[in-house]
């Protein structure tokens, strides 16, 4: 079994350890955060240490592995940090905001071979993988165009917003990633269009809560993005993948399969799942694993600093065609 | 009873014709053709007269409203003489593939007050219709996001390809109106992408058939249209419609709803119906009729004569901005 | 084209009358109705001759086809004077609600060796066809299990409860055939249970509303019906068919497949079509089309009068074994 | 936190172990069964004492709670022997063969007041929970008719069979159980027809692998349920409920929410979970936590071992009917 820090105990280090913890593959040694009380609660109720320095928990000897869940701007710090200290490394996305000091940390790393591997969860979904199998597989031929619907139930808090780096590198950077997961082949060029219209304060931040990227590759393989942040229906997550061959879809989820049909409503369902935690908890238990089974095997990272690097630039380059009205060359 | 005159005996000529000879508001008098047995072929199935000369059916005293089902080049020239001989007519899209000339039409056929309508048969399907009468009722709040899939089963012979305007003018063309009809507002700019890799042909004569969409509106709505000319599955033709307030979708239809489950297959159900003139039967109908409700009431047409320029304009706009890669405005 | 004369212009005479109409193997020659105003009415929308003498009317040179949709208790007289008079005939269901009655028909009918159908629509539904077909052509196996579910929205009312001959009869009777139809196999045992429970005056009359039966074939086939009278949700006709190698099944149609989700519901969907007229008017436009066919190629019958009386036999077994308690042989 | 011993180390102890070792109410103290190397496993998985001696295991002083999945004639014993030592018990279904062994069982359970649970795992799957809770909650008024579908994906072994008490008291007990969950009243009166038509030996053990049953309650609600032992598609668990005003159904389960459309293949989705192990993976872990917290706050057992008789008794009765072609009064 590995050893392992979580580095952070807010909203996602608590998903992370309470995983570890369940994971026959992982010990939870440590969790560590600089606000004791946080440490210290999850920690007793998942039967660990805890303490109030990440950086000295990084450096244990019966540590083999940390698992990041910090604020972004000191993911790079703790990355390399813990490569260089020879531990297997899972950093929640994004690498950084900065995409020169994501690339630097990308470099690095694999200078170091450092087993370091991006959290981006959504392809841990079974549904996500199930895409994936089929496609290598075969069963739809060669992709032809990817279509990615990715709407959260409501826009974060002002405050979020402020550090976010911008809705492009914060929440569609799920989806470039994911686009990059299904195309197969690296977006060459992108264009988008964005617009503020939910919340005032979004447009006053100079945030977008509407957008839609479209994204092409060199073998003329295409991707489109809708993104919005206050679908009233809950957290639409949806893939459409049209191949030669084919086409594949999935479907959001529901914690139980009853329908009702009455005088006034026909084929009234549960709501679907309302937001992340809920919607990719096997997700974020299946990234975990698949983590510990590479570290252990020592095969690939299946999510690379460099993967984490490539959806940033595809980031930054939406921003840059909503700004010119062009499409932007990556 | 309005007397009608079905101009063209071709593929779409027989469905409006069929359709004249049953609907109780109009009476089929003549179908005319410059090829006799297809004129004659259809006259004696549906127990009316057969001409050859288009020209001449348009001018009888009989006829109140003329449907044109002829090639595209004639359009404009058949709807203008229609227009000043006082007929009310219905013609299939487009206009013309000249905007300059559909224009021309427009203003011509605005100035005469002349009864002319647009075929964009896809308006008057009957989830279109529900989609659009539930945006109306404001079941969804403000329309943020319209997304169209329009794919065809297969692309169209090299000798189609070469005069039919390109994959924009002809085929995109219903989709620029159904954005038009949904979004509510007029799309101020376009953005697309293409590429050809279905058949070879394709690419050669020059044109493309996967084409993806962005267009915004001046208050910041946004559409989507994915295209594609090869979808082995079948004739997909979907709507997506999110609003501040919830989504609307319509499906594909099936000629059953027979579903199958086995060891090996796990709910197997009928194709969709595989083309526009099996998948769009009602939707020819109800165009009909609704244009004969209008004739006969004195309402405006349903669809006008520049509702059809303004999709060939935003046409004409994708075609620029995939051969510059910018963003163009209308 | 065979001369067709309606008999009866009430609501499935009008129905019967109209798809005559429209049929291009029939020409409608009179619609036959003791009550002048409603025969006329008819008559003039469908452009024919009115009659007020049904008996008449099947005597005429010029008709080769008659259907009747007359009160129930003048379908044998009627069916029987068409058949000595050599006229094909389309009637009703049911034959009779006396068993001794119909059987002695169906006799003569065969002695006769004369074209007679009897209109159990349901088999004529497209899905219901498709079902058909799937079975024949040994999709699903042998079949084990048939599962009919048949659910009328309203109760009718006392009037036509008097003399509806008990809702085994009237209503179950669709059911008894749509179970023969299916198992490929007569029934030999009939097991019953019923209550009413919805409108006081249904058991007042001694009539049921909610009904389930049970019925087994020689070879260990087995069938379940359940009916009932007051599903506020709409007209729910469903079947599903378990063989050894896959099941089937099909669904309730619905006038367009527009889906909404909002805040407060989640895939709100038009109400399936509410009663017969609307569920089944492909189903009886098929039925006449078939019937047609079958007197123009001299082929057999699709539904026979042996057929009628086959399934009022199991609606007798099923009200006696409710008296009874027991399960009732065939 | 209760200390726990699980007796029996089979494939079903095993699923309630692992579930006793997650739950944060319980301690699994240790595995008992007479097979050593079956207790030695299980135990040394899930990191508790392993025992050979269930009996002594059931008396020790660290043990609250005892969970019991041993072969179904031993059930009663040590139920009874938890109950006098005080313990709580969860017991696998069902309480025994013979209606009045269970009865006295009961009896003196309801005696002692002691705290026993049947383990009728179905309730506690999440969709029929929500099921009953929008039945409680009034969603569709009063219940009229249950309709439970219920198959296995194939026999059992004939040495299985031999053992089992026969299909209805091994199989449909679950059904029969569901019925009164469903119905809220009991049934008074059963009828049932079977049929042995998949593998030989069912039929020459005297067993049956295809029944359905019809059972009424003295209101006049009534239930269908329907089993068969080899659906070839999967293991088929659904439930219909229909009300004075509405329905409710659930579906199946599948892996992901994968849909693949192809030229010959429409709507390929993953088959539907294989058996109960899969299906009913959450079942057994909400049933075991209801149990529990039972226990802690001194409510009611969520189902007592007098729902086991009840279950039973009506499994007999469709003995009878089968047997005798008769309505059995319960």
């Keep these: ?16 350890a309470g995983n570890v913890a369940l994971n026959p593959r992982l010990k939870l040694v440590v969790v560590a955060d600089p606000v004791a009380e946080a440490a210290q609660g999850l920690a007793s109720l998942l039967n660990c240490e805890a303490s109030t320095d990440p950086v ?26 813990g490569a260089e200290a020879g531990k297997a490394v899972l950093c929640e996305k994004p690498v950084d905001l900065d995409i020169k000091k994501a690339e630097m940390a990308a470099d690095k790393v694999e200078r170091l071979k450092a087993k370091v ?20 597989a075969g069963k739809i031929g060669d992709v032809r165009q990817v279509i990615i619907t990715s709407r959260d139930p409501a826009p974060p808090t002002p405050a979020y917003i ?6 492009f590198r914060d929440m569609a950077i799920h989806d470039f990633d994911m686009a ?18 939910t919340e005032p304060y979004v447009k006053e931040l100079g945030d ?7 994204m092409t590759t060199a073998s003329g393989k295409q991707c ?16 459409e993948i049209l191949g030669s061959d084919g086409m594949l879809q999935n479907a959001n989820l529901r914690p139980t399969t009853v329908r009702r049909y009455t005088a006034h409503e026909t084929e009234v369902q549960d709501p679907i799942l309302n937001f992340f935690l809920e919607r990719y908890v096997d ?22 600093v460099r993967d984490g690097c490539k959806a940033l630039r595809l980031a930054d380059a939406a921003v840059d065609s909503v700004t010119t009205g062009q499409a932007v060359k990556v």
């Design 117 to 136: 591997m991006i959290g981006f969860n959504r392809r841990f979904d079974p549904s996500a993988q199930e895409l994936k199998r089929q496609i290598l």
């Design 180 to 197: 990059r997961f299904f195309l197969g082949e690296e977006p060459v060029e992108v264009m988008a269009i964005a617009s503020a219209v």
């Design 56 to 81: 000295a928990a990084v450096e244990r000897d019966d540590i083999d592995a940390i698992v990041i869940g910090t604020p972004t701007d000191t993911h790079v710090d703790f990355m390399l940090q």
């Design 1 to 16: 079994m590995l050893g392992v820090a979580v580095l952070g105990a807010g909203r996602i280090g608590k998903i992370h």
């Design 283 to 304: 997700a974020y238990r299946i990234e975990l694993d698949l983590f510990a089974e590479a570290v252990q095997k020592g095969t690939p990272m299946p999510v690379t």
């Design 162 to 167: 402020k550090t976010s780096g911008g809705v």
């Design 224 to 239: 489109h993005i809708n993104c919005y942040r206050k679908a009233v229906y809950g957290y639409d997550q949806r893939f």
């Design 208 to 214: 977008y809560d509407t957008m839609m990227i479209l």
